[in-house]
């Protein structure tokens, strides 16, 4: 596990590089600053749930079964608020507000599949020579 912070890091970096050129897109060329809020939000809140749950597998399985409970409410709460947050950012604004702030919630799982491959990969050349 002593290669965690390393691979955190580049998660979040490259997670959060997309997001802001992906807003500076939305806000740039259509006018669209409400749907490159989300996006942004969206990154963030996705990057904050994907740790979040990292770090309760962490607290499991040193706690073991007397952390059990608390994992059960953390789950609850972190999909409410999750839920929740693209109603409080956009409102009753734009459809694509909606599917910005989804998109930018996904993006940071589908950079984290990218670079664990790339890991995997790396590892197996170093392996081989």
Same mark, same amino acid.
Do not use: M, S, W
């Given at each position: 596990m002593e290669s965690?912070?390393?691979?955190?890091a580049a998660v979040a970096s490259r997670s959060a590089a997309i997001? /802001?050129? %992906?807003a500076a897109l939305l806000s740039l060329i259509w006018?669209?600053?409400?749907?490159?809020?989300?996006?942004i939000a969206g990154t963030l809140i996705g990057l904050a749930c994907q740790f979040h749950i990292a770090g309760s597998f962490n607290r499991l399985v040193k706690?073991?079964?007397r952390y059990l409970p608390f994992l059960s409410i953390e789950g609850v709460?972190?999909? /409410?608020? %999750?839920?929740a947050a693209p109603f409080l950012i956009v409102g009753r604004g734009p459809w694509l507000g909606y599917f910005t702030y989804l998109a930018g919630f996904v993006a940071p799982l589908a950079v984290a599949i990218l670079?664990?491959?790339?890991?995997?990969?790396?590892?197996?050349?170093n392996a081989s020579a």
């Open positions: 965690y912070r390393p691979f955190q997001a /802001l050129v %992906a006018q669209a600053y409400v749907p490159a809020l989300a996006l706690g073991g079964k709460l972190r999909v /409410l608020l %999750a839920g670079v664990y491959h790339k890991q995997i990969v790396d590892g197996r050349d």
